[in-house]
């Protein structure tokens, strides 16, 4: 029996490396329907951050062109940088956490079990003895027979008439420390919201905004050659060309076409592509830079064409790739 106890009180190897791993393995459906909802909101808003960065930089509305909120969702999905931000940032909290749990099992062999709450209350008594110790003749003062015989009258007047029925701990509890528990715990989760809301504005969707403005960015300097008119930043030289290789590859999920502009006899070719596109109304992007058209009622036909223009970043992308 004594062994049956000792090993069962004696934890795996395991849990012991990882302490959070039974709390996981007792919670893992909760865990798990808490995680699918979290995750789909929050790539809901880093995929809307990263909307609304793509339309400021093209300079366009966020709702000209609707997305679906599945789309919205999975675009925010993947997403790099925020989600690796996100993770970062988790790894360094579960590793405080692990090693609180490590600095906690190493005072654990040092002091045993006594808590850091009797150690402080051991150490207040050691110093109060020390107090007590010199000033020795004020004690003897509190000792003596006269005063002892005064306080032996007990207490006088409203207080003297009967026993108090609740103790003045209990009504000082009842009166200030359940009220001073509510007010903090209430305080407690307004700064844990805040800072949730701190953590994923910092880290999702100001960044998704940023990547957004990067990506349209990039697209644009990979065709046109120069940044966007509402693109903030400044870019060097081997930035622009570092944009126009990224967006290169961005431009094999979007279809070139040729369009007819002008009117009569003034009737020339233009090729541009279709980036985005809402029954009749497109969003184009050409050497040019971008534009809205619209074909009306009229009906129109959008064949796909071979020639794919870009700017003359890309040959020196090709070249030094």
């Known amino acids: 029996m004594k062994e049956q106890e000792e090993k069962s009180v004696e934890k ?7 302490p959070g791993w039974s709390f996981i393995r007792r919670h893992l459906f909760e865990i798990v329907a808490l ?31 609707p997305v679906g909120v599945n789309e919205t969702i999975l675009l925010g999905l993947k997403l790099t940088r925020p989600w690796a931000y996100s993770g970062g940032l988790l790894a360094v909290i579960v590793a405080y ?26 150490i207040k008594l050691a110093r109060a003895a020390s107090s007590a110790r010199k000033l020795g003749e004020i004690h003897d003062r509190l000792t003596d027979p006269s005063n002892s015989a005064w306080r032996s009258l007990g207490p006088r007047r409203r207080w003297g008439r009967k026993e ?7 009504k000082r509890w009842r009166r200030f420390g359940m009220r001073t ?16 809301h701190f953590l994923l504005k910092v880290f999702i969707i100001e960044e998704a905004h940023v990547e957004g403005v990067r990506r349209y960015g990039q697209l644009y300097v990979a065709i046109t050659g120069k940044l966007p008119l509402n693109f903030y930043d400044k870019l060097s030289q081997a930035q622009l060309q570092q944009f126009a290789c990224a967006g290169n590859e961005l431009l094999w999920h979007y279809r070139s076409v040729e369009l007819s502009v002008g009117n009569g006899a003034s009737v ?18 050409d050497k040019d830079g971008s534009r809205l058209h619209s074909f009306g009622d009229e009906p129109y036909s959008l064949r796909e064409s071979s020639n794919r223009p870009v700017s003359a970043w890309i040959k020196t992308c090709v070249q030094s790739s």
Do not use: C
């Open 268 to 285: 020339a070719k233009q090729q541009a592509y279709i980036i985005h596109s809402t029954d009749k109304l497109f969003f184009l992007l």
């Open 35 to 65: 995680a699918i909802p979290l995750i789909g909101i929050v790539g809901f808003a880093a995929g809307t951050s990263f909307l609304e960065g793509w339309s400021k930089a093209a300079g366009i509305g966020s709702n000209l062109f």
């Open 12 to 18: 795996p190897d395991f849990e012991m490396m990882f």
């Open 181 to 196: 528990i509510g007010l903090v715990l209430f305080l407690f989760a307004i700064a844990l919201t805040l800072f949730f």
């Open 164 to 170: 108090p029925t609740v103790s003045l701990r209990a």
């Open 97 to 122: 956490f692990y090693l609180t749990e490590v600095i906690t099992e190493w005072e654990r062999a040092k002091w045993g079990r006594e808590t850091h709450w009797q150690r402080w209350q051991r």
